[in-house]
């Protein structure tokens, strides 16, 4: 997997997508993984998550590993970041939306597995971990991390 991809007008207008922005941070977090696998995980369907996942190839998000056999396809992220500058889409307002909805869903993502995390930081047996957050960031040693982090449990 290559470290980052910088993501163009198609890319972006793919990507903001709620079930597709939530397909590739899953991807990410939890490794390679059929739409089967990540249906459930996601709150959908087998059928929703393959097409979405078929719109991020696409445009080179994610990759089919071809370990899959017959239809079964095993999909993984095409990088482990994705950046962007403001200037690659002026007076482009349909990438411009796009970009400004996509940031706001990672956000909520980010609050969501957050606000996961705080409800079970004090549930379960003490690691010793160390945990440190601050307004940009937020950093947490295992096991309390996979929460905050969102892996699927079993990876």
Avoid: I
């Amino acid at each position: 997997m290559s470290d980052s991809l910088r993501l163009d007008a198609a890319s972006v207008r793919v990507l903001a997508h709620p079930l597709r922005s939530r397909l590739l941070s899953a991807l990410r977090r939890g490794g390679p993984a059929t739409a089967t696998a990540l249906a459930p995980e996601l709150e959908t369907n087998t059928g929703a998550t393959s097409y979405h996942l078929r719109k991020l190839a696409s445009v080179g998000l994610v990759v089919d590993t071809e370990q899959g056999e017959g239809k079964r396809r095993v999909w993984r992220a095409a990088t482990s970041s994705h950046s962007r500058e403001a200037s690659d889409f002026a007076g482009d307002e349909d990438a411009t939306t796009a970009l400004n909805w996509l940031m706001r869903d990672y956000l909520a993502q980010l609050v969501t597995r957050y606000q996961q995390w705080l409800d079970v930081e004090d549930t379960g047996p003490r690691s010793g971990g160390t945990h440190r957050v601050s307004m940009m960031t937020c950093w947490s040693s295992p096991p309390s991390s996979c929460v905050l982090c969102g892996r699927r449990s079993g990876r």
